[in-house]
C-alpha cells in the first residue's frame, strides 16, 4: 500500500530482457535502506526488490505489467518516481494507492498557471471500463505515475491535473512533455462503489 508521495526519482542503470519479462536495475538514494522482497512502487507500479547490489537494486517486470504502464518504455538513464510502501503509523498525506496499474494515458497539453503547470491527459474511452469505477471525477483523486494528484475538469477520456513547482522538480513531470505516456490508477474508492452498484443492480433487478 502506498501513499502516492514520491520520496524521489530513481535513475535506471540497465535494463534486461528475460524472455518476456525484464529487469530494472534503478539507482537512488536510499538503496542501503532497502531489503529483499520489499515493494518498492515505480511510477506508480508496485515491484519487489530481487537484487541489491553496487549502490543499485533491481526489480522484475513481467508481462501483464509492461502491457499495462509505460515501464516498458523505459530507457537507460530515464527518471522513476518511486515510493516505498507506506507505514501504518504515518499520517495518509496523499490518497490510497495499492500500487495497481490500471492503464496509460498519453500528455496533450501543458499551460502555465501563474508559476505551476496544468498537465491534460488522455486515455482511450472504454465504457464497461468506466462502469467499473475506471474514472476521474472533479476534485476526485488519481495517480499519475505514482503521484498522488488532485483532478481538474475532467471529461470521459481526459483529466487536467496542476502540478506545482516542488513537485514538477522532485517528480519526473519535470521530464514530461506533449506526448509523454504515464501510468494511471484510478482512485480504488470509486472503483468500489461501481462495484457495490453493479451487485445492488444483479440483486434487485427491479429497483
Given at each position: 500500500?502506498?501513499?502516492?508521495?514520491?520520496?524521489?526519482?530513481?535513475?535506471?542503470?540497465?535494463?534486461?530482457?528475460?524472455?518476456?519479462?525484464?529487469?530494472?536495475?534503478?539507482?537512488?538514494?536510499?538503496?542501503?535502506?532497502?531489503?529483499?522482497?520489499?515493494?518498492?512502487?515505480?511510477?506508480?507500479?508496485?515491484?519487489?526488490?530481487?537484487?541489491?547490489?553496487?549502490?543499485?537494486?533491481?526489480?522484475?517486470?513481467?508481462?501483464?505489467?509492461?502491457?499495462?504502464?509505460?515501464?516498458?518504455?523505459?530507457?537507460?538513464?530515464?527518471?522513476?518516481?518511486?515510493?516505498?510502501?507506506?507505514?501504518?503509523?504515518?499520517?495518509?498525506?496523499g490518497h490510497i494507492v495499492q500500487?495497481?496499474?490500471?492503464?496509460?494515458?498519453?500528455?496533450?497539453?501543458?499551460?502555465?498557471?501563474?508559476?505551476?503547470?496544468?498537465?491534460?491527459?488522455?486515455?482511450?474511452?472504454?465504457?464497461?471500463?468506466?462502469?467499473?469505477?475506471?474514472?476521474?471525477?472533479?476534485?476526485?483523486?488519481?495517480?499519475?505515475?505514482?503521484?498522488?494528484?488532485?483532478?481538474?475538469?475532467?471529461?470521459?477520456?481526459?483529466?487536467?491535473?496542476?502540478?506545482?513547482?516542488?513537485?514538477?522538480?522532485?517528480?519526473?513531470?519535470?521530464?514530461?512533455?506533449?506526448?509523454?505516456?504515464?501510468?494511471?490508477?484510478?482512485?480504488?474508492?470509486?472503483?468500489?462503489?461501481?462495484?457495490?452498484?453493479?451487485?445492488?443492480?444483479?440483486?434487485?433487478?427491479?429497483?
Amino acid at each position: 500500500m502506498f501513499s502516492g508521495i514520491i520520496e524521489e526519482f530513481a535513475t535506471v542503470e540497465a535494463i534486461t530482457r528475460d524472455r518476456e519479462n525484464i529487469d530494472l536495475t534503478l539507482r537512488c538514494s536510499f538503496v542501503g535502506e532497502l531489503k529483499i522482497d520489499q515493494s518498492v512502487a515505480h511510477n506508480g507500479v508496485c515491484l519487489t526488490v530481487v537484487r541489491i547490489e553496487d549502490g543499485t537494486y533491481t526489480v522484475t517486470a513481467m508481462k501483464e505489467t509492461l502491457d499495462r504502464t509505460n515501464l516498458g518504455l523505459l530507457k537507460v538513464g530515464d527518471k522513476v518516481n518511486v515510493e516505498r510502501s507506506m507505514l501504518m503509523n504515518g499520517r495518509l498525506d496523499g490518497h490510497i494507492v495499492q500500487g495497481h496499474v490500471d492503464q496509460t494515458a498519453r500528455c496533450t497539453h501543458m499551460e502555465d498557471a501563474g508559476g505551476s503547470t496544468y498537465f491534460t491527459f488522455e486515455y482511450p474511452e472504454n465504457p464497461e471500463m468506466a462502469r467499473k469505477g475506471y474514472f476521474t471525477v472533479d476534485k476526485g483523486s488519481v495517480t499519475v505515475n505514482g503521484v498522488s494528484l488532485t483532478v481538474c475538469n475532467p471529461t470521459p477520456t481526459t483529466f487536467q491535473v496542476a502540478i506545482i513547482p516542488y513537485t514538477f522538480e522532485h517528480t519526473n513531470f519535470c521530464d514530461i512533455r506533449v506526448g509523454t505516456v504515464v501510468n494511471v490508477e484510478f482512485d480504488i474508492l470509486g472503483k468500489y462503489i461501481a462495484r457495490l452498484q453493479q451487485l445492488d443492480a444483479t440483486q434487485n433487478p427491479l429497483t
